[in-house]
């Protein structure tokens, strides 16, 4: 099956700093990939996702890569604010209908004031 | 519209007890899917929906059992409960074709 790793586990970046964070996955089929943010006590919710016909996507402060060739994609955040603090998760699905993720360990982004 | 709704919010259980949790959707979505989530560990698939009428297990599906009642709920059951499976459990729903899945509140399950 799928397996997905995330990098890093934590990051702690000063306010205005930009944020990455990287997801390997194995299985070259595939092809939709979701970023949910966490904050602490609340359900996980979309903030951008990326299809395997797509190279990059930005949605104001965040962004998205994806490299099929070397299975990784990426999370860009810039000009971190404080409420950017949470716990981010990647994940990775074949689209067949009913998609079934599979997630990261999920990475804590502290943005310090 | 509610969106995912799940109950209850926060249960303790003593070792071997059993339990059922309730998820429910007013988005007609048609799969439907339950996860734990510990420490460290992410978002990890019990069990899914992909249609009302058909379960089917994922990673980790051992101890637990679901049913589909209708298109809008699907529950989760512990039927001898262990400490082991002390966690936070997620249900989601997604529409059929689309991709994005909408997660409910989460149960946080004590087991003692």
């Known amino acids: 099956g799928e397996n997905v790793e995330q990098h890093p586990s934590t990051l702690s970046v000063q306010e205005g700093d930009s944020a990455v964070i990287k997801c390997t996955y194995s299985d070259s089929a595939s092809n939709y990939f979701p970023w949910y943010k966490q904050e602490l006590g609340k359900r996980p919710q979309l903030i951008i996702d990326?299809?395997?016909?797509?190279g990059e996507k930005k949605d104001q402060r965040i962004a998205v890569t994806l490299n099929k060739t070397a299975k990784h994609f990426s999370l860009h955040i810039t000009e971190t604010q404080p409420e950017d603090s949470a716990v981010y998760f990647c994940?990775?699905?074949?689209?067949?209908?009913?998609?079934?993720?599979?997630f990261g360990k999920g990475t804590m982004l502290l943005v310090s004031p | 519209n509610a969106g995912v709704t799940q109950t209850p919010k926060f249960q303790v259980l003593k070792t071997g007890q059993s339990m059922t949790l309730q998820c429910a959707q007013d988005m007609n979505h048609n799969s439907m899917y339950w996860y734990r989530q510990d420490p460290g560990m992410g978002l990890r698939l019990i069990y899914y929906s992909a249609s009302e009428g058909t379960t089917d297990k994922g990673e980790v599906p051992n101890g637990y059992n679901v049913s589909r009642l209708n298109k809008r709920e699907f529950s989760l059951r512990l039927e001898s409960a262990a400490p082991s499976q002390t966690s936070v459990y997620f249900c989601a729903s997604l529409f059929s074709g689309k991709e994005t899945q909408y997660f409910g509140p989460g149960t946080r399950l004590l087991v003692l």
């Open positions: 994940a990775a699905s074949k689209n067949s209908g009913y998609s079934t993720l599979t």
């Open positions: 990326i299809r395997s016909n797509v």
